[in-house]
């Protein structure tokens, strides 16, 4: 079975950057799409980014500028650089990744930006 799996989130002073992380295993397949997602408490989960196989990418407005997302296609990882971080992007980040019709998702990792 495919796991998803984060590593990256933590806690960090707003103005800060950090890079999230999602590795992929059990898998002999390229995902067409892999990306984050997150949520925040009461709201609804939304997109941050998402890319590719072949490199297109798209951005939330809300980070447009301030985020990068990469992936390495060999290794089935994406990853999520994050700069000038605010209070709000306070949320749990998922990983997520499409091969198909199939959805993946990781179990999420906390991301806490304080004031």
């Known amino acids: 079975q495919v796991q998803l799996v984060e590593s990256g989130g933590g806690l960090v002073q707003a103005g800060g950057s950090l890079r999230l992380s999602c590795a992929a295993s059990?898998?002999?397949?390229?995902?067409?799409?892999m990306g984050w997602y997150r949520q925040a408490p009461g709201k609804q989960r939304e997109l941050v980014a998402v890319i590719t196989s072949g490199g297109g990418t798209n951005f939330a407005d809300s980070v447009k500028g301030r985020a990068t997302i990469s992936r390495d296609n060999a290794k089935n990882t994406v990853y999520l650089q994050m700069n000038g971080l605010k209070p709000e992007d306070t949320a749990v980040y998922y990983c997520?990744?499409?091969?198909?019709?199939?959805?993946?998702w990781g179990q999420g990792t906390q991301v806490t930006v304080s004031s």
């Open positions: 059990r898998t002999v397949f390229t995902f067409d799409i």
């Open positions: 997520y990744a499409r091969w198909t019709t199939y959805d993946y």
